[in-house]
């Protein structure tokens, strides 16, 4: 994406998590590279979706945008501010600017709170006292996120999982953010609640202009509400682009692989082959070297052993669409997906 002043810049973006062994010292024999070497844009009012199969490092991604662990390595820059490493005294002026809506709408509201102590809890931390005093503004965030003022009394167990994930959008709103990362906030909801829930994000984001980072692993959902779509595997992007170019043009073999598997909604459409992985998803304690998926692809070979292929846009594509492949599918591309070579041996 070419943005001269995005919202947030990650460049380079690295976690590993250090495995420790040994006793009686404890020491670190390894590392676990659930995110190595993530570069993405977010604009002002962008949302971009990022998507993967479990375990490829997304939840990892919005922890690290939002602070909420430390980078190993990289970059990220908020508003032309570098935070990669900022303390608690240089994040404070921009804690209420970058919110997070958690995955589980159960374990991520107390209990022992009301519904209005919560939503107001981010205020007193901040000390911002709204016009018409904190109450007020809590009963017009219920209003908003489609739940009855008058509930501001209640306490969490009294709510449906779809109500309690209102709750948390209306907690992530109450401090007026300019990005909101969205930690996969419909996978625990049942399938008729997500679409509320979906839709209320996409009018909030609408009507206030704030920028989203929505993290998922359903591709018709993500196809839904995001504008960009970065496709990850083992804790690298393998392709970002426009939504309708990914979408209709996916030119690395693991995203047109995934969206093979999308559940077609057209009764009289053709058939599409469906494309089956062999294998799993590689240990990110030892990933394959050279490309990560190659241990999966129908179309590796030795480069792909040895060489990692860069995220740049390969011939054939818009401006703005990048892949990682060495050997990227074209439109006309017919996979014939066969088993990959012994993974055990590749890898």
């Given at each position: 994406?070419?943005?001269?002043?995005?919202l947030l810049?990650?460049?380079?973006l690295?976690?590993?998590f250090?495995?420790?062994g040994?006793?009686?010292?404890?020491?670190?024999?390894?590392?676990?590279?659930?995110?190595?070497?993530?570069?993405?844009?977010v604009a002002?009012?962008?949302?971009l979706?990022?998507?993967?199969e479990s375990?490829?490092?997304?939840?990892?991604?919005?922890?690290?945008?939002?602070?909420?662990?430390?980078?190993?390595?990289g970059?990220?820059?908020?508003?032309?501010?570098?935070i990669?490493?900022?303390?608690?005294?240089?994040?404070?002026?921009?804690r209420?600017?970058?919110?997070?809506?958690?995955?589980?709408?159960?374990?991520?509201?107390?209990?022992?709170?009301?519904?209005?102590?919560?939503?107001?809890?981010?205020?007193?931390?901040?000390?911002i006292?709204?016009?018409?005093?904190?109450?007020?503004?809590?009963?017009e965030?219920?209003?908003?996120?489609g739940?009855?003022p008058?509930?501001?009394?209640?306490?969490?167990?009294?709510?449906?999982?779809?109500?309690?994930?209102?709750?948390?959008v209306?907690?992530?709103?109450?401090?007026?953010?300019?990005?909101?990362?969205?930690?996969?906030?419909?996978?625990?909801?049942?399938?008729?609640?997500?679409?509320?829930?979906?839709?209320?994000?996409?009018?909030?984001?609408?009507?206030?202009?704030i920028?989203?980072?929505?993290?998922a692993h359903?591709?018709?959902?993500?196809r839904?509400?995001?504008?960009?779509?970065?496709?990850?595997?083992?804790?690298k992007?393998?392709?970002?682009?426009d939504?309708?170019?990914?979408?209709?043009n996916?030119?690395?073999?693991y995203?047109?692989?995934?969206?093979?598997?999308?559940?077609?909604?057209?009764v009289?459409a053709?058939p599409?082959?469906r494309?089956?992985?062999?294998?799993?998803?590689?240990?990110?304690?030892n990933?394959?070297?050279?490309?990560?998926?190659?241990?999966r692809?129908?179309k590796?070979?030795?480069k792909?052993?040895?060489?990692?292929?860069?995220?740049?846009?390969?011939?054939?594509?818009?401006p703005?669409?990048?892949t990682?492949?060495?050997y990227?599918?074209?439109?006309d591309?017919?996979?014939?997906p066969r088993l990959a070579?012994?993974p055990?041996?590749?890898?």
């Amino acid at each position: 994406m070419s943005n001269t002043n995005p919202l947030l810049d990650v460049s380079g973006l690295t976690k590993h998590f250090p495995i420790k062994g040994g006793f009686p010292i404890r020491r670190t024999v390894g590392a676990v590279q659930a995110v190595d070497g993530l570069d993405f844009q977010v604009a002002e009012g962008e949302s971009l979706g990022l998507v993967g199969e479990s375990g490829c490092g997304k939840s990892t991604t919005g922890r690290l945008i939002t602070r909420l662990l430390e980078p190993t390595g990289g970059k990220i820059t908020y508003r032309g501010q570098d935070i990669t490493h900022a303390g608690r005294k240089g994040l404070a002026p921009i804690r209420s600017e970058i919110q997070m809506i958690f995955q589980d709408p159960y374990a991520s509201l107390n209990p022992r709170q009301t519904v209005g102590k919560i939503i107001s809890g981010p205020m007193e931390i901040n000390d911002i006292n709204p016009e018409g005093g904190r109450e007020k503004r809590v009963r017009e965030l219920l209003e908003i996120v489609g739940l009855n003022p008058e509930h501001f009394n209640r306490f969490p167990h009294e709510f449906s999982g779809g109500q309690r994930q209102r709750i948390g959008v209306a907690r992530a709103l109450a401090l007026e953010p300019k990005l909101i990362v969205a930690d996969e906030p419909v996978s625990a909801l049942d399938v008729s609640i997500q679409a509320q829930v979906v839709n209320l994000l996409q009018k909030v984001q609408r009507e206030l202009g704030i920028a989203f980072v929505f993290i998922a692993h359903d591709l018709a959902i993500v196809r839904h509400f995001s504008q960009r779509v970065a496709v990850m595997y083992l804790g690298k992007i393998v392709e970002i682009a426009d939504r309708e170019d990914l979408y209709g043009n996916p030119r690395h073999p693991y995203t047109r692989a995934l969206l093979s598997a999308v559940p077609e909604a057209t009764v009289d459409a053709e058939p599409r082959e469906r494309i089956r992985l062999a294998g799993d998803v590689p240990s990110p304690i030892n990933p394959p070297t050279g490309c990560r998926f190659r241990t999966r692809c129908w179309k590796a070979t030795e480069k792909c052993a040895t060489e990692a292929p860069t995220l740049v846009q390969v011939e054939g594509n818009k401006p703005g669409h990048l892949t990682a492949c060495h050997y990227p599918e074209t439109a006309d591309t017919v996979p014939a997906p066969r088993l990959a070579k012994d993974p055990e041996a590749a890898a």
